[in-house]
């Protein structure tokens, strides 16, 4: 079958087109380094042709909260109505477990967003909904270094493997749609100041950690 992987060519995508490709499937990249722009819609309707499912694991080139909000939600209604147009059977996001527990986070809001767009559209669906990957260990790092330490929040922190979620990703666009959500998260839950320790240890970065109190919730909506 054929498989339009949408944002392709990042980390994600890369694998999962490797995955696909290897279970025997036709798969093909389409993002903006390929001609397809899912927020203007060109490239899409020559992208889509042809495709049995199509797989969205874009990323906001926005950091801006209204920005990333009309970019998911944008990109998504292009896609679903390119894809209907072309005959797509199965339309698969990729976002975020918990979004909808923590809307003070703009990006987590505008997934959640992405998720009504598709769950709304009447084209069958899977939304997969992953947690945090392990690479994303160094930015989180860097992200909480305050004088040379690392100072991250003892909360709870399960990542889960690219390559876990690559597989999950090729046996939902095989398969048939599941018109709900399904949570993806590694096999291991501890405070993320572990994860990190171990991160730093691995890597023989010499910075030291500490634990952070977790923030608080009281504002979540």
Known sequence: MKVVVVGGTGQVGRELIRVLTAEGHEATAASRSTGVDTVTGEGLAEALAGAQA????????????????????????????????????????????????????????????????????????????????????????????????????????????????????????????????VDLAGPEKQPMTQFLRRFLAATHDPREWSTTRPPSTSGRR
Do not use: C, M
């Open 54 to 181: 199509v797989v969205d694991v874009t990323n906001a080139p926005v950091w801006g909260d209204d920005e990333v909000l009309a970019f998911f939600t944008t990109s998504s209604r292009n896609l679903l109505e390119a894809g209907r147009a072309a005959g797509v059977r199965h339309h698969i996001p990729l976002t975020i477990v918990g979004a909808d527990r923590n809307l003070e986070s703009g990006y987590q809001r505008a997934k959640v967003a992405q998720e009504n767009v598709v769950a709304t559209s009447g084209v069958p669906y899977t939304i997969l909904r992953a947690t945090q990957f392990y690479s994303f260990l160094g930015t989180i790092a860097d992200a909480t270094t305050v004088e040379g330490v690392v100072r991250a929040p003892a909360t709870a922190f399960q990542p889960v493997a690219v390559e876990d979620v690559a597989a999950a990703l090729a046996s939902y666009a095989a398969g048939a749609p599941a018109n709900g959500i």
